[in-house]
């Protein structure tokens, strides 16, 4: 069964930076595509960045630049680090894993990020 935590979620001022990270078990990692989505209340969850088992990254539009995924296959581990924050960045940032051998997404419970003064 695949199990992602996500960690590193808190409270940061505008212009500040941070840094979220998921933990997944019980996938073949390596070769999945693995990403964020963010989400506010009472909207819709929207893509920030995933990147696949070749290493190649895609980021919402919107994102490009101040936002950084990252992965370690030996830790099984996704990172997103977070720069520039603005108040809009505000959101649950939730973990995903899309499993390559089964088709299957599979998602972690969400960190809150709350960017404000």
């Known amino acids: 069964q695949v199990q992602l935590v996500e960690s590193g979620g808190g409270l940061v001022q505008p212009g500040g930076s941070l840094s979220v990270s998921c933990a997944a078990s019980?996938?073949?990692?390596?070769?999945?595509?693995v990403g964020w989505y963010r989400q506010v209340p009472g909207k819709q969850r929207d893509l920030v960045a995933r990147?696949?088992?070749?290493?190649?990254?895609t980021y919402a539009d919107s994102l490009k630049g101040r936002f950084t995924i990252s992965r370690d296959n030996a830790k099984n581990t996704v990172y997103l680090q977070m720069n520039s924050l603005k108040p809009e960045d505000t959101a649950v940032y939730y973990c995903?894993?899309?499993?390559?051998?089964?088709?299957?997404?599979?998602w972690g419970k969400g960190t809150l990020v709350t960017v404000s003064s």
């Open positions: 990147i696949d088992g070749y290493g190649t990254t």
């Open positions: 995903y894993v899309h499993q390559w051998s089964d088709g299957m997404d599979y």
């Open positions: 019980g996938s073949t990692f390596s070769l999945d595509t």
